[in-house]
């Protein structure tokens, strides 16, 4: 455990940058930007950064929207991940302003007290969480070489603790320390058949919407005999052109989650044979792509969870240890089987789950922001625990080696 002068000193570092962290927090909530575009989000956290003498690399590892801040020196390297991506016509609905801001807040208590040679904090700005696999591409151009753990944090609305729950406004900080975040595969389909007057002569046609409802039905039937840790959801972003013309193509995105690679794997197999039967029986040409690379599921390391469960609850914040299933999928995953990891969820007070405009605005209000400090420097205790205790660093290596 890393002594209390560093913690009480690291709280300060962050309880001093606070209302510059809340002011880059609702700048990048109110000009939201979607994946591998978040150039305004990428300007104020590098600007800050450099601010504060982290040694800062911008468009990291070849992607524009990438950063990498770097401060300390030696090992243990630690990386503290920043996302801050938003989601079409609902800006910041999954609270990843709050994100950036965690990560910055982590390393800025890190580099107020790591003294010289004890290890280095590299802060890493990961762009488009939400769909794009940014994680993914700086992995793999070599962001998490040499990195010892990564660590990062996420706004939920769990409001579980203290007396809220009635209003359904959260309680005290609390969240699922250890969610279950499950693999994710995204599949596009393309269906291509023959133009024909939709009422002189449609016997002349292959009608390529028929195809596409054909194969979203049977998706639709195969739901009731998957897993109920399995899911597939999708949306028609092309249906044809004309009414009077039978569709001559037409085309759907659909995602496909399960407990681990395997489970989506069998998964995919089922889906893809709905599209290939609908092809079979409208005589239309199937053309299908799988998403460039998964998501995998979630590996938290239990060794460095219950050191942030225990840094938490020092801070007055409880959080839940049981793994609980939160169905959603994060490019964290990928990280989680490269290096030991954590992606702890903090509970912010909103009446609606991530993705719904109302968690939007919850992800902008003063309490949030509040208890997004508090998280934060319940992580970066947790990663001062591991520059200052070799044993804890060496298990949570052990653990990852036996688990992934
Ligand atoms: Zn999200
Ligand atoms: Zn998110």
Redesign the pocket.
């Known amino acids: 455990m890393a002594d209390d002068a560093a913690r009480a000193d690291a709280s300060a570092a962050i309880e001093a940058a606070s209302s510059e962290l809340r002011q880059v927090s609702l700048s990048i909530h109110a000009n939201p930007e979607l994946g591998f575009e978040e150039r305004h989000a990428h300007e104020v956290l590098t600007d800050l950064l450099d601010a504060h003498g982290f040694a800062v690399e911008r468009s990291a590892y070849g992607v524009e929207t990438a950063f990498k801040a770097v401060a300390g020196n030696g090992g243990p390297v630690m990386a503290v991940l920043c996302e801050y991506d938003a989601?079409p016509g609902i800006g910041h609905?999954?609270g990843h302003n709050l994100i950036a801001i965690s990560g910055i807040a982590t390393g800025l208590g890190l580099q107020a007290v790591l003294g010289e040679g004890n290890g280095t904090v590299v802060v890493l700005g990961t762009p488009a969480?939400?769909g794009g696999g940014g994680k993914i591409a700086l992995a793999d151009a070599g962001a998490f070489e040499g990195v010892d753990a990564a660590l990062m944090l996420h706004p939920a609305p769990l409001a579980r603790a203290g007396g809220g729950e009635a209003s359904g406004l959260a309680g005290p900080v609390d969240g699922l320390v250890r969610p279950l975040m499950t693999a994710t595969q995204g599949l596009a389909v393309d269906f291509y058949g023959r133009p024909a007057h939709a009422a002189a002569s449609p016997w002349d046609g292959l009608n390529a919407l028929d195809a596409l409802v054909a194969g979203y039905s049977a998706v639709a039937m195969l739901r009731q005999h998957i897993r109920p840790d399995q899911r597939i959801h999708g949306i028609i972003t092309e249906g044809g052109t004309a009414t009077n013309v039978v569709p001559e193509h037409t085309q759907a995105r659909f995602g496909i989650r399960g407990r681990d690679r395997a489970a989506v794997d069998e998964l995919r197999v089922r889906v893809l044979a709905c599209f290939e039967g609908a092809a079979q029986s409208t005589g239309c040409r199937l053309e299908y792509r799988w998403g460039a690379s998964g998501y995998d599921d979630l590996r938290t390391n239990g060794r460095m969870a219950d050191a942030f469960v225990a840094n938490a609850a020092t801070l007055g914040s409880t959080f839940a240890t049981a793994p609980t299933n939160a169905y959603?999928s994060t490019d964290m995953g990928n990280v989680s089987y490269l290096v030991p990891s954590i992606h702890p969820m903090f509970g912010i007070p909103a009446q609606f789950a991530?993705?719904h405009p109302g968690f939007t605005e919850a992800a902008a209000s003063e309490e949030a922001h509040e208890r997004t400090l508090t998280a934060a420097k319940a992580l970066c205790h947790t990663a001062l625990d591991l520059y200052g205790d070799a044993d804890l660093l060496a298990a949570a290596k052990q653990e990852f080696g036996e688990t992934v």
């Open positions: 989601l609905a999954c969480e939400e959603a991530n993705h």
